[in-house]
Structure formats: structure tokens, C-alpha cells
């Protein structure tokens, strides 16, 4: 197993170089550089040549990108021009941001959905599922930043009951209860797309298991409907349901740069957006790998795992 | 019913667990401090290595530089110097500095400690160049040496007479450091910055707030707020929602379309013209623009007026010439803007020929200074397209805009968007209009306009340090230069901000700067 482990490890080197050489590559050829990114009105071919000689730009791309691999082995990221501080800071401060807002929306959009997608499979045609059904919908059409931006007027500006943006309270904020106060609208936005895809497929699951013998043999014996929907049917319909959640979360996680400029929210999709119109080449490169680094850590997690379950995968 | 009584109990819990949340009822600002909604997260508190206007607003309130702007005026008035003298051939600067004064870190300020500023900014030997980058320090490029007379007296040596110096040392570029904090904090300088202004910084949480406070010892009296909280908002809609919630107690750059949401007694609209103005580059070089009379026509054909009330509802006024007026010791307010005049324009095209003619315009999509560009040069291209232009658009975002339009329209285009928000009359014309300002010779005179007389107008007044001199120098260069129509003259912005009624005594400064020592938060 150790020499399973080791070999995906290593076959991972090579994705993360590759994608570091892609994003520098991309960022290299997009028109504008950081020097009049920085310079902007002054940006005289003198200023900008001083400059990017002072921030070692001037150097063939080659020896820029060596330098920044020899300086990543050491864990070194380098410096963000724009924000003038080490790109690891910024990116680990801005991730865990990220992760709080898409955690917190996929821990909403799962509970959700799967009780809207139960209780309208349980009174299929009913009221209740007609109004579930008629809410997913709705949730599924509507864009979050849209959303996002109804909150705010409402909840607000208007009833003054949430923050409209940020993460903390500028002035004497702090602590869980100042962030679940900030977190909650921005979460509610990010996560009612996924609720509403979620709930439609826990209810066509659930419809096919509840048509299923040992639904009517449960039944017969006199188990409780509600364990019966719950217990029974619901443990069943679960396993066509998590490989949605998986996919969801790599959603909630990829919509979260729509919301996070919303709702001003400090996380790493609005820092890499912001990054590249800056032509902050080291914080995009930092960002972009580190975020890669996550993903593919990830599944070799997952793989890991099958093989610890699977014995024939472990080759 | 089991399903419905567990339905109605997760409601119950859902709703209980929304009201206690929502307890703390989004708190309004406390008194005595003052929120601002900044338009991003700045990049450094450190001057010298500072670009963005953004960044300035913080700065202006930490730091003071040898001299400033006198209140409400683009004219210079003594600061930390309490005076100075310039020698008769313009080259040699003596200031005189304030005493008993300190940096928020306790060290002393004196004239090592500005020798220490500009040696650090200009000298690539010096032991602190390395905390840079110094971007602007070109504003001092004309500084030969610096010399501590005594302590209370510093000199300045030009290589060359620079008119500009005096208000180039009123820019932040120009605001003085404690070098002992430079020392202390070497790269990162720019997160523990120490000045002597009126307030201090005491804490920068990253991408949520930068608290100033009250430095209780300032040499021109305390501030009347005790701390200022800079919050980066960067999405214009959700700083609009915060000022309209009571999140914030000012912000700055309102959208022209937002402003009609402030006309409530709860507000205050502030405005304030600055040294901003808003143009067309023509490209002279070659296409129908080579000829003077299609430049000109292009100056009738454009409906200013309808520009600026319509599509920036009135957040700016009409320029007449490449100087702003905000500059009133140097404008010349004899000249009239263009009038709209499209009979006459089409006369104009008639004569030159150019009927018909196929133009590229280049536009962007936004940038600093540019308000709103796309609007801006659709409703550009219908007043052409009125005379018998067929204009084409191409639009790009604004650093590859910047790429394609600072090295040259020759080629490429006929005519381009832009936008310049200077400190001095001087430097707009002398990197823009002068033919050794040509792209190929390092400047930014992208429209290849040329004319021996504006060259030379430009350099006398570069050299003079009498400011009556300069200013009739600068009038005669704006008669020409509108004449010659290089450019289409289109608006100067009038910077706003709106400000809660909590808020006493905020004005904002035609230098753009915000200067938040005499504003009262209630």
C-alpha cells in the first residue's frame, strides 16, 4: 500500500509542473505586464523598463520561471507586486475564507436537499411536493449573484437584519457569532442552486427505491412510515445520491468567486480574479498551483481510498 | 402527521436559528469613528512605492510631506517645511523644517531623516533601495543630491531647472518616512508604515479594514474623529448597499447612476472638480486625421453636453482644451469648449475630403480616470457616424488597452480613448504633446501630434520658476493646442462622495486627495 501511495504521489509532480508551466506561459502572453499594470498613466517604456528590471522581469522567460520553481521547492511563493506581501499568506488566508463560505453552503445545500427531495418523494403529487418542486425550480433558475444581490436590498438594506458585506464586523467584531452573522446571506446564495439539483435527484431516487418489495414488505410488517421513508428508503437512495453531493461540492466551490464578489466575501476566486486584471503574475501562479495542489491531493486521497476498499485497483 | 409535524418543527428550528443570528441587528457605525468605503484593498501604506489614488486617500491622513496643497486650491503651502528658497537659476531648493517634530515610532524628524527619503527612492546603491519597488520616484528624477545643511535645514540640487518640483514634493511620492521604521521593517515597510501625519495606523486586517487612529500629538492639531476605518469594497453595487444600510459612513466614486439613490436628507452628495481630464487621442500621423480640419470637425461633431449630462448624469462638465481648470492659476478660462456643431463639422470633412471615411476606435473597458468608456464611445461613434464617419470599435480591457495605445496608434487605429488625473499643469502636455514625446522616444504622445511652438512654450515653462510666468506660458499653449486639435477635448470629472448625515465637515480637495483631519463623526 506504501508503494501505492508513493506512486501516485509521484505521478503527481508532473501534473503540477505542468500546470505551473501553462498558467506562467498564459500569463506571459496575455497582452499588458505588471510594470503598467503598476504604472498605469506613467507608464513611459523608461518607467516600465526601470521597473520590471527592478522586479526581475526583464530577464529571459525561461530563468523567470526556473527561479520560481527553484523558489516553490524551498516553499517560497514569492511576492505579490499588487499587494506587496507574500503570495502563501494572502493565499492560505484567502483559502480558508473560500472553504469556510463553500463549506458551510455545501453543509446547507446537502441537508436541504436531501429533506426537500425525501418529504417530496413521500407525498409525490401532493402539496407539499408541488411547492418543493416549484421552490427547486425557482432556486435552480436564478444565478447566485443574482440572488446575492436581492438578499442585500432585502435583508440589509432594507430590514437591516444581515451585514451586506465582509467577513467581520470592521469596528469590534470578531468571533463566531460576528462571522455566522456575515456568513449567513452569502452562504444561503451559494448554496440554493446545488439544494435545488440535489433535492430533484434525492426525490427520483427515493421514487424508485419506494417502489421497490422491501419497501411494501417494511410497510406490511408494520414499521413505522417514518422509519420506512427515513430508515429504510432513505439508506438505500443515498447511494445514488452521494456521488451528486461529490460533484456539487466541486460546484459550490467553483461558484464561489460569483458570490464572493457580491458579498465582498475575502476568498481566493475574487483574490485570483482581481490578481489577473492586476497582472499579479506570482499571486496567480501561487493561487492557481496551490488550488491544484488541493485538488490533486484530494484525489489521491479518494483513489487511496477505493484502494483500501478494492484491492484490485492497488496496481 | 409524522412528516409535518417534523417539517413544521425544522421550521421552527430554522427560523429560531435565524433570529438569533440576526441579534446583533447590523450595527450602525460607532461615533467618533469613521467608516470609509475605499474601492480596493491597498496595495502598501508605504508612499514611495505607491501608485493608485486608492492608496493616496489612506495616505494623505498618515504622512506629511515637506510641503502641501493649500485647502481647496492646487497651490502649494508650507508643511513639514516651514519655508523655502530657490536659488535664481531654479536648480538649488533650501527648505527650512518644523521642529519638535516626531514619527509615530518616537524617532525625531530632521533633515537626515529626509535625506534618508529621497537617497532610499533615487540611489540604486542605497542600503534600503531594496524596499522598494519605487515606481513615481521619476517625479524626483531631476534631483541631483541631497545634503543636510543642519539638522533644521535640508537642500535640494536640480540638474536642471524643474518648475514642478514644488508641487511634485505636494504628491504623495513626496511624503516623508521614518527611517528608522524603514530599518526596523525593511520589505515589509509598506505593512508597518510610520509617518507624522494626523493619524497612525493600528491595525491592517488584510481585504477587510485598515484602522488609523488619532496621533493625539500632531503638530497642527489633533484630528477631530478618533480612528478612520478604510474598508475595500471593490464592487461598486455592494458599496452603494453598504452606504444606503448604514455599513459604511462615506464612500468615494459613486457610480453616476447610483447617485440618484442619495437624494435622501439621510445623505450628503459631496463634489468636487479636479485636475482630471477625459479625451480623444486623433492619430495625426496618417489617415484623415493627418489633416487639422477633420481633427476639428471631430471636436464640432461630438455632442459634449449630451456626454456629460446624459451619460455621466452630470459628474462632470465639458472640457474646452487640454488643461483641467481645477489648475485656475494656469487655466485660461477665455477658452471656449467646441460647440456642437455638426453643419459645421461636415463642412469641415468636405473641404479636407474626407467624406465618408472608415475610422478604428479604440475603446476600453474601464481603467483609472476613464468613467465610463463603452458608453462613452458607443455615443462617440453615433455623433461621427451623424457626420459621415463609419467608425469601428474595438474594445479591450484596460492593461491591454494601455499595450496596444501607449506605444503608438500609427498602424492600428485613428483614434483612442483616455484619461489623465495629474498634479501639475506641466506634466500631461510635456509627456503628451510634445514631439519628443513621440511613442518612439519614450513618451506618450500617441496621436504623433507636433508643433515647434507648443514644444518650445513647454519647455520655458518647465524651466521658469516665476508662476506668473508659467501660467501665461501655459494659456498661450492652450489656445494653440486647442486650435491645432490634436485631441477631442471631452470632460473633466468632478470627483464625488457621499456622506451620512452623521457626518460633519467632509469636503473633498481638487487634488483628489482625503483629507480627513477636520471631519466630525457623530
Given at each position: 500500500m506504501g508503494g501505492y501511495i508513493l506512486k501516485r504521489l509521484v505521478s503527481a509532480v508532473p501534473v503540477l509542473l505542468g500546470i505551473s508551466l501553462i498558467v506562467f506561459v498564459i500569463m506571459a502572453m496575455i497582452p499588458g505586464d505588471p510594470a503598467t499594470a503598476i504604472l498605469g498613466s506613467y507608464a513611459t517604456p523608461e518607467n516600465v523598463e526601470r521597473l520590471n528590471r527592478y522586479l526581475g522581469l526583464d530577464r529571459p522567460l525561461w530563468q523567470q520561471y526556473l527561479t520560481w520553481l527553484g523558489n516553490l521547492l524551498q516553499g517560497d511563493l514569492g511576492r505579490s507586486f499588487a499587494l506587496n506581501r507574500p503570495v502563501l499568506d494572502e493565499v492560505l488566508e484567502r483559502f480558508s475564507a473560500t472553504l469556510i463560505l463553500a463549506g458551510t453552503a455545501f453543509v446547507l445545500c446537502a441537508l436541504a436537499g436531501i429533506v426537500a427531495g425525501v418529504v417530496s418523494a413521500a407525498r409525490q403529487y401532493g402539496l407539499a411536493d408541488k411547492a418543493i418542486t416549484f421552490a427547486v425550480i425557482l432556486g435552480i433558475s436564478v444565478p447566485s449573484f443574482f440572488l446575492g444581490m436581492m438578499l442585500i436590498l432585502l435583508f440589509a438594506v432594507q430590514l437591516r437584519w444581515f451585514p451586506v458585506s465582509g467577513m467581520y464586523a470592521v469596528w469590534g467584531g470578531g468571533g463566531p457569532g460576528d462571522l455566522l452573522h456575515h456568513l449567513a446571506m452569502p452562504a444561503l446564495a451559494l448554496s440554493l442552486v446545488a439544494t435545488g439539483v440535489i433535492a430533484r435527484l434525492t426525490r427520483g431516487a427515493m421514487l424508485e427505491v419506494l417502489r421497490q418489495d422491501f419497501i411494501r414488505t417494511a410497510r406490511a410488517k408494520g414499521v413505522p412510515e417514518r422509519r420506512v421513508i427515513w430508515g429504510h428508503a432513505l439508506r438505500v437512495a443515498m447511494v445514488s445520491v452521494i456521488p451528486v453531493l461529490g460533484i456539487q461540492a466541486g460546484f459550490v466551490l467553483s461558484g464561489a468567486v460569483y458570490v464572493e464578489m457580491v458579498f465582498q466575501w475575502p476568498g481566493v476566486g475574487r483574490m485570483l480574479v482581481e490578481a489577473i486584471l492586476k497582472r499579479d503574475i506570482l499571486l496567480v501562479q501561487g493561487g492557481v498551483v496551490f488550488i491544484a495542489a488541493c485538488y490533486v491531493a484530494f484525489n489521491i486521497a479518494v483513489d487511496v481510498a477505493q484502494g483500501l476498499l478494492d484491492p484490485r485497483i492497488r496496481t | 402527521m409524522a412528516f409535518s409535524s417534523l417539517t413544521r418543527r425544522g421550521f421552527a428550528a430554522l427560523t429560531a436559528a435565524l433570529l438569533a443570528t440576526s441579534l446583533p441587528v447590523a450595527a450602525e457605525t460607532p461615533p467618533g469613528v469613521l467608516v470609509v468605503g475605499q474601492i480596493a484593498e491597498p496595495q502598501s501604506l508605504d508612499p514611495h512605492a505607491v501608485t493608485a489614488v486608492n492608496d493616496f486617500r489612506i495616505l494623505m491622513n498618515v504622512y506629511d510631506g515637506l510641503v502641501r496643497y493649500a485647502p481647496g486650491t492646487l497651490e502649494v503651502e508650507p508643511a513639514l517645511a516651514t519655508g523655502w528658497e530657490i536659488s535664481e537659476d531654479g536648480r538649488t531648493y533650501t527648505f527650512t523644517l518644523r521642529e519638535a517634530v516626531r514619527f509615530h515610532d518616537g524617532s525625531r524628524f530632521d533633515a537626515d531623516a529626509v535625506v534618508f527619503n529621497f537617497e532610499r527612492m533615487l540611489k540604486e546603491d542605497h542600503p534600503y533601495h531594496h524596499t522598494g519597488p519605487f515606481p513615481l520616484s521619476f517625479f524626483f528624477g531631476a534631483v541631483q543630491s541631497v545634503e543636510a545643511v543642519d539638522a533644521g535645514t535640508v537642500r535640494f540640487t536640480l540638474n536642471e531647472p524643474y518648475a514642478p518640483f514644488l508641487s511634485n514634493l505636494a504628491y504623495p511620492t513626496g511624503l516623508i518616512v521614518s527611517p528608522a521604521a524603514v530599518m526596523q521593517h525593511g520589505a515589509d515597510y509598506g505593512r508597518n508604515p510610520s509617518g507624522t501625519g494626523p493619524f497612525r495606523l493600528a491595525e491592517w486586517k488584510a481585504n477587510e479594514s485598515v484602522v488609523v487612529t488619532r496621533n493625539e500629538d500632531y503638530w497642527d492639531g489633533t484630528a477631530a474623529t478618533e480612528a478612520v476605518v478604510f474598508r475595500p469594497i471593490s464592487d461598486a453595487n455592494t458599496r452603494v448597499a453598504e452606504m444606503l444600510s448604514g455599513g459604511i459612513d462615506l464612500m468615494v466614486e459613486v457610480p453616476p447612476v447610483a447617485l440618484s439613490q442619495f437624494a435622501a436628507p439621510a445623505f450628503r452628495i459631496v463634489e468636487q472638480a479636479g485636475p482630471h481630464v477625459w479625451f480623444l487621442i486623433l492619430n495625426a500621423k496618417e489617415g484623415p486625421f493627418a489633416d487639422k480640419r477633420v481633427r476639428q470637425a471631430a471636436n464640432y461633431a461630438i455632442n459634449k453636453e449630451a456626454l456629460v449630462n446624459d451619460v455621466l448624469e452630470g459628474t462632470a462638465t465639458v472640457a474646452a482644451g487640454p488643461t483641467p481648470p481645477a489648475f485656475s492659476w494656469a487655466y485660461d478660462d477665455g477658452l471656449k469648449p467646441y460647440p456642437h456643431d455638426p453643419d459645421r463639422a461636415r463642412a469641415l470633412i468636405a473641404e479636407a475630403g474626407a467624406e465618408g471615411a472608415e475610422l478604428t476606435f479604440y475603446v476600453t473597458e474601464g481603467g483609472s480616470g476613464m468613467l465610463d468608456p463603452v458608453a462613452m464611445g458607443t455615443a462617440i461613434q453615433a455623433d461621427l457616424a451623424a457626420v459621415g464617419f463609419d467608425v469601428k470599435i474595438e474594445t479591450y480591457e484596460w492593461n491591454t488597452f494601455l499595450g496596444q495605445v501607449n506605444p503608438g496608434l500609427e498602424g492600428k487605429a485613428d483614434m483612442a480613448e483616455m484619461a489623465w488625473m495629474t498634479?501639475?499643469?506641466?506634466t500631461l502636455p510635456f509627456l503628451?504633446?510634445?514631439?519628443?514625446?513621440w511613442p518612439d522616444k519614450g513618451g506618450f504622445n500617441s496621436g504623433y501630434y507636433s508643433n515647434p511652438q507648443v514644444d518650445a512654450l513647454l519647455e520655458a515653462a518647465r524651466a521658469s520658476t516665476d508662476q506668473a510666468e508659467r501660467a501665461r506660458l501655459y494659456r498661450e499653449m492652450q489656445a494653440i493646442v486647442q486650435d491645432d486639435a490634436p485631441w477631442v477635448f471631452v470632460a473633466n470629472w468632478k470627483q464625488n462622495a457621499v456622506a451620512s448625515d452623521r457626518v460633519e465637515g467632509f469636503t473633498l480637495e481638487p487634488s483628489f486627495f482625503l483629507l480627513l483631519k477636520s471631519v466630525v463623526k457623530n
Open positions: - | 498634479n501639475d499643469p506641466d503628451a504633446l510634445r514631439t519628443e514625446a
